[in-house]
């Protein structure tokens, strides 16, 4: 029950984070259309108006879709875990960091299809060769950190998990998403993503 009731004030929280985002959208939109821009004397009008609602409802649709998409990254995870109870009782590996090895079996068909697609699409637009562009170390830099900080949460996550039990997949994931939601919207608002919206 208790855990039922902590997705619910999730699932209450996130619905305030989307009419909020939706509002922002609104009053940015609204703030843009206003702006011109002076060219000497001449007064140079906004850009033509957009569709936001329309944006925004595909957004909202897509962002749905995605998230229980998603969830299917915690059901892999879960039926997976029985390689990690082999190697953690056959092979001696320490029972919290033999998580690692059910992320292993996951994420490997990620990994196939996504580098698969990937070298599709470079070789059927002769693209190889985009990737000796200038500041391109730095890009490379970021992209491998991100990739490695990714795989980190989620490897933290299956060690928290896996010390919870069997309630580890059922509380340990909301836990996370929650908790990268906070931390990304605080990071939202520090860089700006809310100017130009009223406060409460």
Known sequence: ??????????????????????KRDQVQNAVAEEEVEEDGDVLVAAPPKTSPKKS?????AIAVTSGVLSALLNVGF???LPVAELASTKYGANPTDASLVAWVVVLIGAYIMNAGFALFKMASNNTFGSFKVAGGKK???????AG??????????????????DLGP???????LGISLIVSN????????????SGP
Do not use: D, H
């Not at 925004?56 to 909202?60: A, D, F, H, L, P």
């Not at 605080?186 to 919206?197: F, I, L, M, T």
């Open 186 to 197: 605080v990071w939202g608002y520090r860089s700006g993503e809310w100017k130009n919206a």
């Open 56 to 60: 925004i409802k595909t957004g909202v």
């Open 170 to 176: 059922v509380v340990g994931w909301p836990m996370m």
């Open 148 to 165: 490695l900080f990714w795989f980190a949460a989620l490897g933290v996550y299956g060690q928290g998990a896996a010390a919870m039990g």
């Open 139 to 145: 890009a490379y830099f970021w992209s491998v950190a």
């Open 78 to 80: 879960s039926n997976a």
């Open 1 to 22: 029950n208790i855990v039922l009731v902590g997705v619910a004030f999730l699932l209450v929280g996130v619905g305030i984070t989307a009419i909020a985002g939706v």
